[in-house]
């Protein structure tokens, strides 16, 4: 029988996440790294919380695949989601992706229909700031990047599972940020090179990171701009633009396609790694509210069925078009392409 129930399940979808940011913010899942568990008598002597607080954010957060019971029932300890991605040190924490959320982009989203009807972002002014990035706490930059690092890493794991990377030599990661991909893909290729272009102030953070994985011979960073530089970097084979395109208005992507083939040699490929939508533009859900996302975070951007990234790619010149699928938070596919 048709019920409303689904529909509570969207209206008290922020609490799920609430409960996970706050969660995050108290570093609980790290604290019970490596099997350990606590009672709701330790929660309360460990944060400083009365007993009524400190039961229900445990039953709660268990309720939610993150927790789960201890040996005999005594107790609670992470489960394996979160002691895989929200223990802090571990190679693809996720907990920098919460706490941006939580703080950077859940009170606009109480905004949203503003958005709607005027059509400009929420989380920052296009008539006073250059771009998103501008005036924008330092502290709350970090937490960007680091939420667009772990987000970023897991994606590139799953790309580079999805598709072969090994008939490449040199990787060009187009606004490749803090570098996630090059590394990630670069540890699954051993004979791949790459590098990283982005904007001067964030090449020194993939540089950085690099570094930090032992990949500073085989991944380099070029400072730019690809609306503004007479041309991308040559010398590539592969050119990769990871959650980038999502970003901006259609015209603008069909530059950005258009520069890419340019830089291309003949036989060189083309990703785009996105959250696709459907042909129909009915989903996914992950895509679609990106989507929404866009609205609110960007002044042209929206999510991209695979059908108009095919279009934009075949009137750009490319050919041999086709799509890899997977699963991974920063997106569900990639659109490969071959420059005739």
């Keep these: 029988m048709l019920t409303p129930t689904p529909l509570m399940r969207l209206v008290t979808g922020f609490w799920s996440f609430k409960t996970l940011a706050a969660a ?4 609980l899942f790290t ?3 490596g099997g350990r568990t606590i009672t709701v008598d330790e929660l309360c002597d460990r944060y400083g919380l009365a007993e009524r607080p400190a039961d229900t954010l445990l039953a709660a957060c268990a309720s939610l695949g ?3 019971k201890g040996p005999g029932g005594k107790g609670y300890r992470n489960s394996p989601v979160a002691e895989e ?4 040190g571990r190679p693809y924490y996720f907990g920098g992706q919460v706490r941006y959320c939580d703080e950077r982009t859940y009170l606009p989203w109480h905004r949203i229909g503003e958005a709607l009807r005027n059509d400009r972002p929420l989380t920052w002014e296009p008539g006073d700031q250059d771009s998103i990035f501008a005036n924008v706490d330092p502290q709350m930059l970090g937490l960007f990047w680091e939420a667009m690092y772990a987000t970023s890493l897991f994606t590139a794991r799953a790309l580079g599972e999805a598709y072969d990377f090994g008939a490449h030599q040199r990787l060009l990661d187009v606004g490749g940020g803090s570098g996630a991909y090059p ?3 670069c540890r699954r ?3 791949l090179r790459a590098t990283v272009y982005d904007l001067p102030h964030v090449v020194p953070i993939a540089a950085e990171k690099a570094a930090s994985a032992g990949l500073s011979d085989r991944i380099d960073t070029i400072a730019g701009d690809f609306f503004t530089d007479e041309t991308l970097p040559l010398g590539h084979d592969v050119l990769l633009l990871s959650m980038i395109l999502h970003d901006w208005n259609e015209p603008t992507n069909r530059r950005i396609l258009a520069r890419c083939h340019e830089a291309l040699p003949p036989g060189g490929s083309v990703v785009i790694s996105e959250l696709l939508l459907n042909p129909d533009r009915t989903g996914p859900p992950e895509a679609a509210l990106m ?3 866009m609205l609110v975070e960007t002044v042209g951007g929206r999510n991209y069925s695979e059908t108009e990234y095919a279009d934009w790619l075949a009137d750009t010149g490319f050919g041999s078009i086709r799509t890899v699928t997977f699963d991974a938070p920063g997106a569900n596919g990639a659109l490969i392409a071959r420059k005739r």
């Design 183 to 185: 590394i990630e893909l």
């Design 85 to 88: 991605f929200l223990v802090a």
């Design 189 to 191: 290729f051993p004979h």
């Design 66 to 68: 993150l927790l789960e």
């Design 24 to 27: 995050v913010e108290l570093d």
């Design 291 to 293: 989507g929404m996302n």
């Design 31 to 33: 604290s019970l790294a």
